[in-house]
């Protein structure tokens, strides 16, 4: 099984940057993916951006060249770094990960942009 608790959501105005954290609580270098999801109210999850083990790093459309995903293998930590960040990229973001076929998720965090 694989825990994740994520930190690091909060207010902030259009155009500021966040970074969110996800601990996980075994090496995610045995960790098939990683990544981070969204859902805002009314809406269904989506995907962020993910990361395969020993891969590149894949986003959304919606906030390529403002996110960064990343990880710290050593910290068994995954981050993402939101720039620019836009009353649209409001929701409760999730960590992700896939283990042995299985998702596992996180509790959520939110992220809340005011115009």
């Known amino acids: 099984q694989v825990q994740l608790v994520e930190s690091g959501g909060g207010l902030v105005q259009a155009g500021g940057s966040l970074r969110l954290s996800c601990a996980a609580s075994?090496?995610?270098?045995?960790?098939?993916?990683v990544g981070w999801y969204r859902q805002a109210p009314g809406k269904q999850r989506e995907p962020v951006a993910t990361?395969?083990?020993?891969?590149?790093?894949n986003y959304a459309d919606s906030v390529k060249g403002r996110f960064t995903i990343s990880r710290d293998n050593a910290k068994n930590t995954v981050y993402l770094q939101m720039n620019s960040l836009k009353p649209e990229d409001t929701a409760v973001y999730y960590c992700?990960?896939?283990?042995?076929?299985?998702?596992?998720w996180g509790q959520g965090t939110q992220v809340t942009v005011s115009s």
């Open positions: 992700n990960a896939v283990f042995r076929g299985r998702n596992y």
């Open positions: 075994r090496s995610i270098d045995v960790i098939n993916a």
């Open positions: 990361i395969a083990t020993g891969g590149s790093p």
